[in-house]
Structures are given as C-alpha cells and as structure tokens.
C-alpha cells in the first residue's frame, strides 16, 4: 500500500481520476487516493486536505480550475453536503453510465462475465420520491426541519429536497410551521428529551393520497389535536396522520408502535393496475414511475406463461408477487415484517388474487421450509434488503434448484458476491439491466435473471 503521499492541512493542485462508488471525485498524489466531494473526473482543482489515514485521505475543493463537460451548473452545495444528492452535479446521461460502469467494475473484480446493458434511466429524473424522513431538531433556537450533514449530526435546514414530490416537500413547511406554531419541544438527541424527532411522509403517486407521520419520543404530543386539524386543512390531500412512538436513543428512525390518529390506518396507491395498501412501517419503492419499468421487467425476465409456481423472497407489500401473479399459476411470498406481510394479505384480497400465499418469516428459513416440503418451484424471484442474500438462503436454492431465478437487487456490491455463490451451483446469468430508480444518488438497482446449467 502507498505510504500517505500528503498531510493534513497541505494545499495542492490535482486532477480528479475516477468517482467512487458514493460519488466523491478520487484524485491519486504519488498512488495515494484522495476523497474529494463535488469533484468529477477529468477536473483539475486546488484543494486543501482535511483528514490524512493509513490508506487514504479526504480534501476539499478551494478552487476549480477546470470543468468536466459532464458537470452541471449551479448544483445546489447542499444536496451535496448532506448527501441527498450526490450526483446532481453530474449531467444525467453521465449518472446512467455512471451506473452501467459501477456494476461492470464490481464484475470485473469477481471475475464475472455478465454483460451490463445501458441504464434505464427517466424522462424527468427530479421528484420522482414519494416519501420523505426528515429529522426535525433546534437549531439556533428554531425549529428546523432539512437533512444532517454527512457523517455528522447537524442539521441543514432544507425546503427544497430536489428528488422528492413537491407536494412532499410542500407538506414538510406546512408541519414544520405548525410545530413551531404550537411551541411543541424539537427532540434533542444529546439529552434524549423533547418531543418530535421525525416527520415521514408518504404520497400515492397514482391516488394522491398522503399519509403524514410524527415520530415522537412520548405519545403526548402538545396540541396535537388543533395541528392535525390545521395540517388537514393546509393539506387535503392527507388521508391519514399517524404517530409513532420512538424513545430510544437510536438513530433507527421508526419504533415498532404506531396509532392513527386521523383517517385510515394505511396509504393507498396503485402500480401496474393494482391497488395496493401500505402501512406505515412497510417498504414501498421509493420511485413508482421507475418500478413499473423494474416490476415489467421482471417479469419479462421471468418468462411467465400462466403454468409456473414462483417463489418471491423478501416480498414487502407484494407488490410484485401479485403483479407475478397474474401470469402465473401460483405464488408464495415471505417476508420478515409482519404488518408488511399483512399488508401484502389484503392486497391480494382488494385486487381479488387468489392464487398467492404470504407468509412472515425470514427469506433463509422458510426457504428451507419450501424445499423440505418439495414445493415445485419454476421461478425464484428475489428482491432482498442491500446485504443481499443469506448464506443459508443460497444453500437452500442450491438443493432445490428452481430452473429460474430474477434476481433484483439495490447494492451491486452484494450481488455480485451472491451471483459468484450462485456460479458455484450452475446459474450463470449472461446479463444485467440496470434500472436507475435513485436519480441523482449513487444508489444503484438492477434486475439479473438466469437460468440453471
Ligand atoms: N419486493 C418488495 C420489497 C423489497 S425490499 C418490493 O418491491 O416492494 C426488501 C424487503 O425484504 C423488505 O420488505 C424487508 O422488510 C424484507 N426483508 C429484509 N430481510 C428479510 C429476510 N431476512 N427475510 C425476508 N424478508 C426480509
């Protein structure tokens, strides 16, 4: 390894080299990388180094001295330096090839041959999120709702998220006010005192329906009944207000009880034609324009005639399980949260989808359960959380050996540790598809389905 080529506090002229797969600039002094924010390749800059560690360092920009053709004027620094938005200073045909090469990179170090095929990316790659998580604390003795800056605690106070629906961030200053309005305590994690720590937002894309939810250290919120009162009326589209109760000091942002405390208990929305039902604390993809791209794929990808019994592992609300299963002759999903699983239940029951079972438990045990139980499996369908699969879970498949799996996953790095596993039981997939449902972040989704040997 190169010995640290710089010290800390040093000036120096670089050029940028590469971005890292979170999207800082890396500029290499005699082999040593340096981490540079809001730094594209191709740039040369004066920076000035901030921290210096064994194998590689961080600076900041002090001056730009060049341009890359990729970077787009007047990026707002904020989104940035919290993180929200990384890529925003890259042109968005740049951040889709961006994306294509991260996995190809990924690949190449596995020594995989898969093809990586152009990201699918959007006609119109800003505010496309419909949710939001905002913590809300003091600063400088207002109530201030925004993004903390990376790595760090503080809060930048931020009106105009850049990804989210407008609606949203419209929705976020209508709370804020109300909460400052009513004096009601900002949480304060140093002392683990005050009162609300989060607002979360949901929107139905298709429904418009928005569901508002005040994490809260105590369920005695101060006023809450006049603030839900003025929220409805500043917002009708909310269909529902929800506390949630939190009063660890963590920094997971939701507890594990919540109470309606206006409305109905879920969202609704709809995608492909289906109407689904999501509960506060299930997952629901962030970006519903670019899901139906990722859900039609899959299934495209699955080649469903209406004969196969499939297997959906990590199945939230089921929303592709019962999308699947509409072509299909049956489907069983599992996934680990329960209100989830519920959720997926009645779905199935509000779009009249009979032939699906759902079932909580964790993906790498009921697996198990499945191939014990000779269940005829054609398609396995697997969307797991950015830790990818299980060992146990690959084991599994490699004794039951489903002639199909579609494999979709939101960490590259993961999937192609889980697709080596995968060669080593005869699935080799011959390409990638990138689907670009994160805009202007690093986060990067693709689908890979492959067929066994
Ligand atoms: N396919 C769904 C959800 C994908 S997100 C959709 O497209 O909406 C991943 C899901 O996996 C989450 O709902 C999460 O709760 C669930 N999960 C995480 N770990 C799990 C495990 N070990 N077993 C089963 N489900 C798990």
Redesign the pocket.
Same mark, same amino acid.
């Given at each position: 390894m190169a010995q640290p080529a710089v010290i800390k506090n040093q000036d120096l002229e670089v050029t940028i080299q590469d971005l890292t797969y979170e999207g800082m600039g890396v500029a290499k002094v005699a082999g040593f990388p340096l981490f540079i924010e809001d730094a594209l390749p191709g740039e040369k800059m004066q920076v000035h180094v901030l921290k210096v560690q064994k194998q590689y360092g961080f600076a900041k920009v002090v001056k730009r001295l060049t341009d890359s053709p990729d970077r787009v004027a007047g990026a707002d620094g904020a989104y940035i330096r919290t993180g929200i938005a990384p890529l925003s200073i890259l042109a968005y045909p740049a951040q889709l090839k961006f994306k294509q090469h991260q996995i190809e990179e990924l690949y190449k170090k596995a020594h995989l041959a898969i093809d990586v095929l152009p990201t699918i990316g959007m006609k119109h790659p800003l505010g496309y999120r419909n949710k939001a998580q905002v913590p809300v604390r003091m600063v400088n003795g207002e109530l201030q709702t925004g993004f903390y800056k990376k790595h760090s605690h503080d809060l930048v106070p931020i009106e105009d998220f850049l990804i989210q629906d407008s609606k949203i961030d419209h929705a976020i200053v209508v709370v804020r006010d109300l909460l400052r309005k009513y004096k009601v305590p900002a949480y304060d994690e140093r002392t683990n005192r005050g009162v609300v720590r989060n607002i979360m937002v949901r929107r139905g894309r298709a429904t418009h329906q928005m569901m508002i939810v005040l994490v809260s250290r105590t369920w005695q919120v101060p006023h809450l009944k006049d603030i839900v009162e003025e929220m409805t009326l500043a917002l009708p589209e909310v269909t529902s207000v929800v506390v949630n109760l939190n009063d660890k000091r963590t920094n997971v942002i939701l507890g594990h009880k919540s109470k309606t405390i206006y409305g109905q208990d879920y969202l609704l929305d709809k995608l492909l034609g289906s109407e689904f039902q999501i509960s506060p604390v299930?997952?629901?993809?962030v970006n519903p324009v670019q899901t139906e791209v990722l859900y039609t794929q899959a299934i495209e990808a699955a080649g469903l005639t209406g004969k196969e019994t499939v297997i /959906?592992?990590?199945?939230?609300?089921g929303?592709?399980s019962l999308t699947m299963a509409r072509h299909a002759k049956h489907v069983y999903g599992?996934?680990?949260?329960e209100s989830?699983v519920r959720d997926a239940q009645a779905n199935a029951a509000r779009n009249h989808i009979k032939n699906v079972n759902f079932e909580v438990?964790?993906?790498?045990d009921v697996i198990q359960k499945w191939k014990d139980a000779d269940l005829p499996v054609d398609v396995l369908m697997v /969307? &797991? &959380?950015r830790k990818g699969l /299980?060992r146990s879970f690959i084991d599994a498949v490699g004794y039951m050996k489903p002639p199909k799996i579609v494999y979709v996953s939101c960490n590259p790095a993961t999937l192609a540790r889980d697709l080596q596993l995968l060669a080593g039981f005869g699935y080799t997939p011959k390409q990638t598809q990138p689907v670009d449902m994160f805009p202007q972040t690093q986060h990067i989704e693709s689908i890979t389905a492959m067929t066994l040997n």
């Amino acid at each position: 390894m190169a010995q640290p080529a710089v010290i800390k506090n040093q000036d120096l002229e670089v050029t940028i080299q590469d971005l890292t797969y979170e999207g800082m600039g890396v500029a290499k002094v005699a082999g040593f990388p340096l981490f540079i924010e809001d730094a594209l390749p191709g740039e040369k800059m004066q920076v000035h180094v901030l921290k210096v560690q064994k194998q590689y360092g961080f600076a900041k920009v002090v001056k730009r001295l060049t341009d890359s053709p990729d970077r787009v004027a007047g990026a707002d620094g904020a989104y940035i330096r919290t993180g929200i938005a990384p890529l925003s200073i890259l042109a968005y045909p740049a951040q889709l090839k961006f994306k294509q090469h991260q996995i190809e990179e990924l690949y190449k170090k596995a020594h995989l041959a898969i093809d990586v095929l152009p990201t699918i990316g959007m006609k119109h790659p800003l505010g496309y999120r419909n949710k939001a998580q905002v913590p809300v604390r003091m600063v400088n003795g207002e109530l201030q709702t925004g993004f903390y800056k990376k790595h760090s605690h503080d809060l930048v106070p931020i009106e105009d998220f850049l990804i989210q629906d407008s609606k949203i961030d419209h929705a976020i200053v209508v709370v804020r006010d109300l909460l400052r309005k009513y004096k009601v305590p900002a949480y304060d994690e140093r002392t683990n005192r005050g009162v609300v720590r989060n607002i979360m937002v949901r929107r139905g894309r298709a429904t418009h329906q928005m569901m508002i939810v005040l994490v809260s250290r105590t369920w005695q919120v101060p006023h809450l009944k006049d603030i839900v009162e003025e929220m409805t009326l500043a917002l009708p589209e909310v269909t529902s207000v929800v506390v949630n109760l939190n009063d660890k000091r963590t920094n997971v942002i939701l507890g594990h009880k919540s109470k309606t405390i206006y409305g109905q208990d879920y969202l609704l929305d709809k995608l492909l034609g289906s109407e689904f039902q999501i509960s506060p604390v299930s997952f629901y993809q962030v970006n519903p324009v670019q899901t139906e791209v990722l859900y039609t794929q899959a299934i495209e990808a699955a080649g469903l005639t209406g004969k196969e019994t499939v297997i /959906d592992a990590y199945s939230g609300i089921g929303t592709i399980s019962l999308t699947m299963a509409r072509h299909a002759k049956h489907v069983y999903g599992v996934e680990v949260v329960e209100s989830a699983v519920r959720d997926a239940q009645a779905n199935a029951a509000r779009n009249h989808i009979k032939n699906v079972n759902f079932e909580v438990g964790k993906a790498e045990d009921v697996i198990q359960k499945w191939k014990d139980a000779d269940l005829p499996v054609d398609v396995l369908m697997v /969307d &797991p &959380p950015r830790k990818g699969l /299980d060992r146990s879970f690959i084991d599994a498949v490699g004794y039951m050996k489903p002639p199909k799996i579609v494999y979709v996953s939101c960490n590259p790095a993961t999937l192609a540790r889980d697709l080596q596993l995968l060669a080593g039981f005869g699935y080799t997939p011959k390409q990638t598809q990138p689907v670009d449902m994160f805009p202007q972040t690093q986060h990067i989704e693709s689908i890979t389905a492959m067929t066994l040997n």
